[in-house]
């Protein structure tokens, strides 16, 4: 029998990104004028939506299939290239620099590097660039000819999280009972009661209480 793998699944916004990268790329869009006016007032309305989800004023799986619905006629592409953009602009200084020397440990170590993200996936693509990952299990949307129909393929949120990356650890012969998990919302707790090591990253006041009772490491990036 072939040998299981080893992984770490890491969240994106605030655990290797500073900040909360869909909001920050619709920003750069509208200061840059890089997308159509119509477009932009659609994403002004997204952008409400992803400050309720960031503080935690409603339930994340529910904010987030609101939020992708209101991507219906929208052009992918218009979103991949505003993305890489926004990277290129950025370039490495948004990323943690403890989340990156963990991210090269685990390379180092021939774990598999995944990111899990409440992000639609092309957004977060390009930091391919600027940070080593393998895979990205991002918010997977619908598109018929580049446009996005409003329909969600696969939202990796919340409680949801966990069962997506069962179904990749299964594919990928990985071993969840000895991979590795960093977030830093309690969202993820699901997710962090499976792993084999779970690890939270400048944690709310929530994850951080559970963390300390279940004896979880706690890494507050400096």
Known sequence: MKK???????DFDGTIYHGLV?????????????MSFSEMITLSKLSYYYILDKFNLAERVLINERIYRKTKDLDSREFESA????????KNERFYPDAVKLINWHAKNNH????????????????????????????ELETKKGI?????ILLPVGKNRINVIKKYCKK????LNRSYAYSDHFSDIPL??????????GPDRRLRAH???????????G
Not at 120 to 138: F, H, M, N, S
Not at 172 to 175: L, Q
């Open 4 to 10: 299981k793998k080893i992984a770490a699944f890491f």
């Open 22 to 34: 869909a909001f920050d790329i619709f920003r750069f869009a509208f200061r840059k004028k890089i």
């Open 83 to 90: 993305s890489q953009k926004f990277f290129s602009h950025i």
């Open 112 to 139: 598999r590097i995944v990111v899990v993200t409440a992000a639609i996936r092309e957004i977060v693509e390009p930091a391919r660039e600027w940070v080593r990952i393998d895979d990205i299990l991002g918010t």
């Open 148 to 152: 996005y129909t409003g329909k969600i």
């Open 172 to 175: 990928h012969n990985i071993d």
């Open 192 to 201: 962090l009661e499976e792993i084999g090591n779970a690890v939270v990253t």
């Open 211 to 221: 963390a300390v009772k279940k004896g979880w490491k706690i890494m507050d990036y």
